[in-house]
Antibody, heavy 118, light 107 residues
């Protein structure tokens, strides 16, 4: 079964850091680009960051550029999002998703919640 | 960045109704558009990809159409399990952008 499972969310103070993980199973992880999407409470979906299958190409939303780093360990079938200098506006449920060429984001994890508050 | 304008933002309908949701892109995105369904507390699920292709396992009452800048999601006969929020997403280029979402409620 194709599955994505996020972890690492929690409560953090403004200015703090957190690292999210997304464990993939049931497919050839290194063959797929991967993406992080977030959803603030009561709001719509926002693309955060994407990386290529090899991890050699990375892309970021302007809102997180310079603060967040996406990476992946293809030997461990795991995607990461290192989040630094967190702000209240980063409070959201963070989803990882698989991107299949021509099919968009076709597999999603269940999400992990990040709360930034003092 | 490409802007996706989705309408309506909310919609009340009854079981058995036919409903249509639209997304307009601020520039030509070919057919690089997907529709997603999201239920409260759950992750989005892909319904339609490439504007009009039905994702495996999705009921045939869902359909998508359009290309270029104007796209439509149609549910031909609403079922109780269809009451949810629907999002469009363009993955033509980065930054990927979502529509604002349409909350479909029971009348």
């Amino acid at each position: 079964e194709v599955q994505l499972l996020e972890s690492g969310g929690g409560l953090v103070q403004p200015g703090g850091s957190l690292r999210l993980s997304c464990a993939a199973s049931g497919f050839s992880f290194s063959s797929y680009a991967m993406t992080w999407v977030r959803q603030a409470p009561g709001k719509g979906l926002e693309w955060v960051s994407s990386t290529s299958g090899s991890g050699g190409a990375t892309y970021y939303a302007d809102s997180v550029k310079g603060r967040f780093t996406i990476s992946r360990d293809n030997s461990e079938n795991t995607l990461y999002l290192q989040m630094n200098s967190l702000r209240a506006g980063d409070t959201a449920v963070y989803y990882c998703a698989r991107r299949t060429g021509g099919k968009g984001l076709d597999v999603w994890g269940q999400g992990t919640t990040v709360s930034v508050s003092s | 960045a490409i802007q996706m304008t989705q309408s309506p933002s909310s919609l009340s309908a009854s079981v058995g109704d036919r409903v249509t949701i639209t997304c307009r892109a601020s520039q030509d995105i070919r057919n690089d558009l997907g529709w997603y369904q999201q239920k409260p507390g759950k992750a989005p699920e892909l319904l339609i990809y490439a504007a009009s292709r039905l994702q495996s396992g999705v009921p045939s009452r869902f359909s998508g159409s359009g290309s270029g800048t104007d796209f439509t999601l149609t549910i031909s006969s609403l079922q109780p399990e269809d009451f949810a929020t629907y999002h469009c997403l363009q993955d033509y280029n980065i930054p990927y952008t979502f529509g604002q979402g349409t909350k479909l409620e029971i009348k």
